[in-house]
């Protein structure tokens, strides 16, 4: 019998042969602690073999992009970090690094990007001046070869790989990428919370967004899914989304059909706060919640009404960053989307209704369309099984 | 209600779809009239098929278009689709309309069949009775092949590879062959109702050097994913190349390795037909000398045997042409294959065996990719290059072929990047292609190929 684990920031979920289940963290304690107090029972008996982990708890790592161009170089590594599903704390452009603001906090990677093979002199002393402020543990450097030897010299700790943009302006993803998740593990290995779960595991823990997009080509085996859809996991922290590539104009040429995006303050739980501000920041929340047959006194509330709410919010908040109306990291062409699955712990809270009610209001306040995309819910955690386990069953 | 049943459900419910009746569609197709259907005059012709490209915004200039044509005798009516419903943007389509409606003047390049709807674009079809032919360059045609099945349209052109490496620049590929998929299983639905939705692929490509070779590939292949959904009438087709020698050989490769790989494959039973570009490449802006090029294409089209042959104007170097024009070159074609009469065979063995062996080559190697699909395999191996089409813009197209003429005009290869040329054919190309002092002369030699016709 498989036993699947998901540690995510605000639930421990859990499917296994006997079902689904779902534990509310408890923050006082470490997560391995957490899990077999909460699942001793289902642990028992089961070979760590047959035990698969994945995990989007603390965050993951937290990464800062240094890159040449919008178009190109920060663009790639935008997306290949994303889709290693890794979480994007800042970006920084090279010719604007003498006056860029540093981050307090430690970062886990830093990715250094820019140029073709062919071109040297991308990087200089600038480049040094910023990184001795900056608090970081790995650097990963994917641009030009000819600046190899600057950078080996003046920064030997950095993870040379091959550039990520090659000679015909193609995207090279999979070196980044591997070391990437490479880097996930050592920070969980590093990480006395999650490093316990290898005891109870012998197969590699990945981060939970990863599985995701794992499982997307193969969706359609699980779930009435008709292309091009997205597919939106709103979690305690953040806010995930899988979009079909064919939704945005500005494509990459990659291994995969589907990109994935995250809002780090779009979360029902840890970012409940940001994802208020937010939506009072938004114009047409005022209109929605009269929808909805609340008042803002709901964003006061600690109730189950207000836990439903605040999904519903979310779900509305990432429409309207992704479409035409909201210029950010990516575009979708919302009016040519066929489905929008739902995954996660909402599916667990809002109903089929109330999910249609919010795109109704969206397709047609928004986009002025009196047509909505059909909503599917992954209630039994579908794509998270697919993607961790490449089977549609726990058996 | 299956499941590709409610995803059609899904695909027809939009915005821009007046409630789509699938029964009272069924029910149209069944009793549709024989003379709809392309299949048919294929089957009962007794001369090759002349069919031009065009479409308008407006229904009243559509239907203009059509009499015109009627008038000239025209054995194929066609529907040029605009840009915008190409792209699936139907909002901007449906405002273009609008505004060529209030206006009289064509804000669109084509017609917007979805904008129109079945219901009243059937009734133009019905009216001229004629089969219609579907032109449209839509990577994802799922609710288009919907309505203009539902509109009386029983030609469908196009597929994932022929519309999307010539047209597109970074649509997903694998997308493209999932949504094809739909369309082919559309098509295939529907024969089983009347007679045979034809299916035609779109030879042609980027129209710029493009070696027989890789046409005769691209088309087995479009074939062969259209057949396993059930397709049951199939038109491979390519373009003028600019060597008349050239084109008979890949004209009699394509007819013989078309039904043999139906076989192989174990649809044996499905009709195929050849269908004959004119010139697609860059035309001269003389308009006498486009009426030459034109003729000759006629000229070759028979000589080849094409079943159809798909007409160009003498506007070509200038833009869209007027109805007067376009139906002009119908009456010119129809005339040129009346008198072409009695023409002798041409036969090359040494050309036809080396363009058949590599066709072999790289079917091979696509049919060898472990991908568990056959559009798998097929989009693997132009990720990899094993297919790979000169002057694609698009972002998976290697680009590493490098083809230009040898002095009787014929197009070789003579760097075949990832293409699995086996060296015999290779050396056959280069020899025939003659060597260069160097790579700017090679480059030169390209560019002047590219623009002969001019």
């Known amino acids: 019998m498989k036993l699947l684990i998901d540690v995510g920031s605000t639930y421990i979920k859990t499917a296994s042969a006997h079902g689904l289940s779902q534990h509310f963290r408890d923050f006082s304690r470490p997560i391995h602690e957490d899990l077999r107090a909460k699942c001793g029972e289902l642990l028992q008996g089961v070979p760590k073999e047959d035990i698969y982990i994945c995990s989007s708890a603390n965050g993951g790592l937290s990464t800062l992009i240094i890159g040449l161009t919008h178009s190109f170089s920060l663009k790639y590594a935008k997306n290949i970090t994303y889709n290693a599903g890794i979480n994007i704390i800042d970006t920084v452009l090279y010719k604007d690094i003498a006056h860029a603001p540093v981050p307090g906090d430690v970062l886990d990677v830093v990715i250094l990007v820019g140029g073709i093979d062919g071109v040297n002199g991308v990087f200089d002393d600038a480049l040094l001046t910023y990184l001795q402020n900056l608090n970081y543990t790995n650097l990963v450097y994917v641009g030009t070869a000819q600046d190899t030897p600057f950078i080996s010299a003046n920064l030997p700790h950095a993870i040379l790989l091959p550039n990520i943009i090659d000679e015909r302006l193609h995207i090279q993803e999979e070196p980044l990428k591997t070391t990437l998740t490479n880097l996930y593990q050592a920070d969980i290995m590093g990480k006395e919370e999650i490093k316990e779960l290898y005891a109870i595991t012998a197969n590699q823990i990945y981060p939970t967004p990863y599985i995701v997009n794992r499982a997307l080509p193969r969706i359609g085996e699980q779930l009435e899914v008709v292309d091009p859809f997205i597919v939106l996991d709103i979690g305690g922290a953040t806010t995930d989304i899988h979009y079909s590539k064919d939704l945005v104009s500005e494509r990459l040429l990659t291994g995969n059909a589907y990109d994935r995006l995250v809002f780090k303050k779009l979360g029902v739980y840890k970012s409940k706060e940001s994802l208020i501000h937010a939506a009072k920041q938004n114009e047409y929340v005022y209109e929605l919640l009269s929808t909805l047959d609340v008042t803002e006194k709901i964003f006061e509330e600690h109730s189950e009404k207000a836990l439903h709410v605040l999904m519903q919010l979310s779900i509305f908040l990432v429409l309207y960053k992704t479409s035409k109306f909201h210029q950010g990291y990516i575009t979708l062409g919302l009016e040519r989307l066929e489905s929008i699955v739902l995954t996660g712990g909402i599916t667990k809270v809002l109903s089929q209704e109330e999910c249609e009610s919010i795109l109704h209001f969206f397709y047609k306040k928004i986009l002025g369309l009196h047509h909505a995309p059909a909503v599917v819910l992954d209630t039994h955690y579908a794509i998270w099984t697919l993607g961790i386990t490449g089977e549609h069953h726990v058996d | ?454």
């Open chain 2, 1 to 454: 209600m299956s499941l590709f049943e409610r995803e059609r459900q899904t695909i027809v419910s939009n915005e821009y779809v007046d409630n789509f009746d699938f029964a009272e569609v069924e029910e149209f197709v069944k009793g549709a009239d024989k003379n709809l259907f392309i299949s048919h005059h294929y089957a009962t012709k007794t001369k090759m098929l002349v069919q031009p490209r065009g479409g308008f915004p407006t229904y009243q200039k559509m239907f203009k278009l059509y009499e015109t044509f009627a008038g000239a005798g025209i054995d194929v009516l066609p529907i040029t689709i605009d840009s915008h419903t190409r792209l699936n943007d139907y909002a901007s389509a449906k405002k273009m309309l609008m505004l060529s409606e209030e206006n009289e003047t064509d804000m669109l390049n084509g017609f917007p069949l979805i904008n129109h709807g079945y219901r009243t674009t059937r009734k133009m079809m019905t009216h001229f009775n004629l089969p219609v032919s579907l032109r449209h360059g839509t990577p994802d045609a799922r609710l288009l092949v919907e309505t203009a099945i539902a509109s009386g349209i029983f030609e469908i052109e196009g597929g994932p590879i022929t519309y999307m490496l010539p047209y597109s620049k970074n649509f997903p590929l694998d997308k493209a062959f999932l949504y094809w998929k739909y369309v082919e299983k559309v098509c295939a639905h529907y024969s089983t109702l009347n007679l045979p939705i034809n299916r035609e692929s779109f030879g042609p490509l980027t129209a710029t050097l493009v070696p027989p070779a890789i046409t005769i590939v691209i088309q087995l292949l479009e074939m062969l994913l259209s057949l396993e959904e059930g397709v049951r009438s199939f038109s491979v087709s390519f373009s003028q190349s600019g060597s008349l020698s050239q084109d008979i050989i890949t004209a009699k490769v394509l007819k013989k390795l078309a039904p043999h790989y139906a076989a192989l494959h174990g649809c044996a039973g499905a009709k195929t037909q050849l269908v004959y570009h004119q010139w697609m490449g860059a035309f001269p802006r003389n308009k006498e000398f486009s009426d030459a090029l034109i003729t000759t294409a006629t000229l070759v089209a028979t000589l080849v045997g094409a079943d159809k042959i798909i007409t160009k104007t003498r506007d070509e170097a200038f833009g869209i042409p007027t109805m007067e024009c376009n139906a002009q070159a119908v009456a010119n074609t129809q005339y040129i294959l009346r008198i072409v009469q009695g023409l002798p065979q041409f036969e090359d063995g040494e050309e036809e065996e080396h363009l058949e062996l590599a066709v072999h080559a790289i079917m091979e190697a696509v049919f060898n990719d472990p991908a568990d699909s056959l559009w798998r395999k097929a989009f693997n191996a132009i990720k990899h290059g094993i297919i790979d089409v000169p002057f694609s813009p698009h972002i998976i197209n290697h680009n590493a072929i490098l083809t230009l003429r040898d002095p009787s005009g014929s197009i070789r290869i003579v760097e075949p990047g990832n293409v699995p040329i086996p060296a015999r054919c290779l050396a056959y190309e280069r020899a025939k292609a003659g060597s260069f002092e160097n790579k700017t002369a090679m480059v030169e030699k390209i560019i002047h190929d590219i623009g002969v016709m001019q």
